[in-house]
């Protein structure tokens, strides 16, 4: 079975107080964020990125970081190869 490898990153993200609701909506309009979940706790919102390269993961991250009312964002990328799903 052939499978497409993908670069995937999780990109942890605070945003102003009160804005992650209108971040978490405008996160739905980009097409690499395949998941994103508002959470409690030291981040506000959690997003899992999926893109062909690394370099079109950065060009994501910078994408997210420049939206309106995000403050601060930490990228965390995934060994390829070193996952499990259940």
Same mark, same amino acid.
């Given at each position: ?5 993908? =670069?995937? =990153?999780?990109? %942890? +993200?605070?945003?102003? $107080? ?8 405008? %996160?739905?309009? $980009?097409?690499?964020?395949?998941? =994103?979940? +508002? ?5 506000? &919102?959690?997003? #899992? ?7 079109? &993961?950065? #060009?994501?991250?910078?994408? &997210?970081?420049? %939206? ?7 990228? %965390? $990328? =995934? ?8």
């Amino acid at each position: 079975m052939w499978v497409a490898r993908v =670069a995937l =990153a999780i990109v %942890l +993200i605070n945003t102003e $107080i009160g804005g992650e609701l209108d971040v978490f909506e405008k %996160l739905k309009s $980009i097409k690499a964020v395949r998941e =994103a979940y +508002i959470t409690y706790g030291t981040f506000d &919102i959690v997003a #899992k990125i999926e893109s062909p390269t690394l370099s079109e &993961i950065q #060009k994501v991250v910078n994408e &997210i970081r420049n %939206l309106k009312g995000v403050r601060s964002t930490l990228t %965390l $990328i =995934a060994v390829e190869g070193k996952h499990f799903q259940r």
